[in-house]
């Protein structure tokens, strides 16, 4: 089925570090989400957003819907252990409810 | 407890065998969904419920893969004569109603790890 690019595939920081991971895609979504899975568990919703342009910030992490509405970036500041994880971006289409997920970004941070 | 649940969290069963796998959604979610995460992927959608009906199957792969949600609240994948390439992580979500805004958005159980030997 169809996947986001996503990318970097993996990042190895240094605690406090700030990171950026980034999703593109040759479709238009009307909606772009930020979610993190743990081993072992499904994937949490981090940051949701709407509407083209906007950016939105939930603690340390910041988002942003690309103004073509074909991509999405997620930041992460001052990285901690506990931010260790799969990051994933999904977006929805036309349809209200189908996400198309990339492939994930494997955080790992160094303390 | 407070979120979608599923069971059982692992599976190991043999080539050929009929498998089923169960969703309990948030209480009072209507919108159920089914995904697959391969190993190194992204969740891939397999079937959207509303109620007790199936709105969206188009991601089943096949005529082996069935989904029911009898009263509207807990669903089962049923997977027929299972193959290997059916090993994956098979991913339950709930949410209030279709997306569109943040109360709709989709709340993911932990999964259940098929493995066809």
């Known amino acids: 089925g169809q996947q986001l690019n996503q990318s970097p595939q993996s990042m190895f920081i240094q605690e406090g570090e700030d990171v950026s991971m980034n999703c593109t895609s040759s479709?238009?979504?009307?909606?772009w989400l930020w979610y993190k899975q743990d081993p072992g568990e499904g994937p949490v919703l981090l940051i949701a957003?709407?509407?083209?342009?906007e950016l939105t910030s939930n603690g340390r992490l910041t988002a942003q819907f690309g103004i073509t509405r074909k991509d999405s970036f997620l930041n992460i500041s001052a990285s901690i252990p506990s931010d260790v994880g799969i990051y994933f971006c999904?977006?929805?289409?036309?349809?209200?409810?189908?996400?198309?997920f990339g492939k994930g970004t494997l955080l790992t941070v160094n303390p | 407890g407070a979120g979608v649940s599923q069971t059982p969290s692992n599976k190991v069963t043999e080539k050929g065998k009929y498998v089923e796998l169960r969703c309990d959604p948030i209480?009072?979610?209507?919108?159920l969904y089914w995904y697959r995460q391969s190993l190194g992927q992204g969740p891939e959608f397999l079937i959207y419920?509303?109620?007790?009906?199936?709105?969206?199957d188009s991601g089943l792969p096949n005529d082996r893969f069935f989904a029911v949600r009898p009263e509207g609240s807990v669903s089962t994948l049923k997977i027929q004569r299972t193959e290997r390439g059916d090993s994956a992580v098979y991913l339950c979500?709930?949410?209030?109603?279709?997306?569109?805004?943040?109360?709709?958005?989709?709340?993911f159980g932990p999964g259940t790890r098929l493995t066809v030997l």
């Open positions: 957003l709407y509407k083209a342009g």
């Open positions: 979500a709930s949410s209030l109603g279709a997306g569109g805004s943040l109360g709709n958005e989709q709340f």
């Open positions: 479709s238009i979504f009307n909606t």
């Open positions: 419920f509303q109620g007790t009906g199936a709105a969206d």
């Open positions: 209480s009072g979610h209507t919108a």
């Open positions: 999904a977006g929805r289409g036309g349809s209200n409810y189908k996400l198309t």
